[in-house]
């Protein structure tokens, strides 16, 4: 069973490279945090890490357009963004959870807008902001992810995931100490 196996992967290997074709990952490794592992921790800065094609809506959006992306984006902050790409909160996944709760139990009190539903005093990471400043963070907060955000301009950067932080210092510790890293 081994060797058909065998012959099955080097033919698709060598007909891949044949064609040119791209790996099914290729777009999402583009700009990834792959590309930065190989830089001095130093130079890496949020921005280099953030996920910047994120789930937003205008504050004055209906509860349905949120709920639509929270459907679409399980688990993931959908970022309220005004018409100028300003940066003006997040609606965590638990908080709009627990809105639909209340609203089913009361059969109304419908917040008005998505801007309603903003996690007041949220932190945000400012998108030059180096790793280590950012790990501090998640550490005292222990929230799943954090907004980005250009300082200088206010305007949504993107959003970075406590997982990927975690990932990227793993693979660079591994890179520095020249082997595995024992978790």
């Known amino acids: 069973m081994i060797y058909p ?16 074709a791209r790996s099914m990952y290729a777009a999402s490794l583009a700009g990834s945090p792959a590309s930065v592992v190989n830089l001095p921790m130093a130079q890496v ?6 996920r910047h094609v994120v789930p937003q809506v205008a504050p ?3 509860l349905d357009d949120v709920s639509s992306l929270m459907l679409r984006n399980p688990g993931d902050l959908v970022f309220v963004v005004n018409k100028d790409g300003i940066y003006e909160g997040a609606i965590y996944p638990e908080d709009f959870l627990a809105v639909r709760r209340q609203m089913e139990e009361r059969k109304g009190a419908v917040p008005a807008d998505a801007g309603s539903l903003v996690r007041t005093g949220a932190p ?8 280590t400043d950012a790990l501090k963070l998640f550490e005292q ?10 300082k200088n301009t206010g305007r949504l950067d ?9 990932q990227v210092i793993t693979e660079m510790m591994k890179r520095e100490s020249g082997g595995d890293v024992g978790m």
Do not use: M
């Open 141 to 150: 907060t222990h929230l799943p992810a954090f907004p980005v955000v250009w």
């Open 5 to 20: 196996l065998l012959i099955g992967v080097v033919s698709a290997y060598g007909t891949g490279k044949l064609i040119r």
């Open 45 to 50: 800065h949020v921005h280099d890490l953030a």
């Open 60 to 62: 004055d959006a209906s």
């Open 124 to 131: 945000v990471l400012d998108a030059g902001t180096h790793l």
């Open 158 to 166: 993107g959003v970075l995931y406590r997982n990927a932080l975690f």
